[in-house]
């Protein structure tokens, strides 16, 4: 694909919303678009710097079973069942370790987990 068929899609994407579908053809091309920043619109750059500032700080972006697993703990802190949360810490302890996590959890989990001492 040529570079500016790639830019043009990823800004079609960004404009229509479809950031899911415009992160996968960064996360493909990122040298490439780094080196070429100018081609991409403004909302498109900007998360093509999000991308790099996450790589840089952890290296892997969230999974989607990450996604699921943080939105279960946020399920079980709504409802308060502490003893869902402490299996869920006790199946994936590294997930909370990670910088990145705690900005995707809500208020209810965050006074639970650091009540439990686990972030």
């Known amino acids: 694909m040529s570079l500016e068929s790639l830019t043009a899609k990823i800004n079609k994407n960004v404009e229509e919303m479809e950031l899911a579908t415009a992160r996968v053809y960064i996360e493909e091309n990122i040298s490439?678009?780094?080196?070429?920043?100018?081609m991409l619109n403004k909302n498109a750059r900007e998360l093509l710097d999000f991308i790099l500032q996450m790589q840089a700080h952890d290296g892997q972006?969230?999974?989607r079973k990450d996604m699921?697993?943080?939105n279960a703990i946020n399920t079980y802190a709504n409802k308060f069942?502490?003893?869902?949360?402490?299996?869920?810490?006790?199946?994936?302890?590294?997930l909370l370790l990670r910088?990145?996590?705690?900005?995707?959890l809500n208020a209810d989990a965050k006074i639970?987990?650091?009540?439990?001492?686990?972030?």
């Open 99 to 104: 910088k990145d996590t705690p900005a995707y």
């Open 68 to 70: 699921a697993i943080i």
């Open 112 to 119: 639970i987990l650091e009540g439990m001492k686990a972030i």
């Open 32 to 38: 490439i678009l780094n080196e070429h920043k100018n």
């Open 61 to 63: 972006p969230l999974t």
């Open 81 to 94: 069942d502490v003893r869902g949360i402490k299996m869920i810490v006790k199946d994936y302890p590294n």
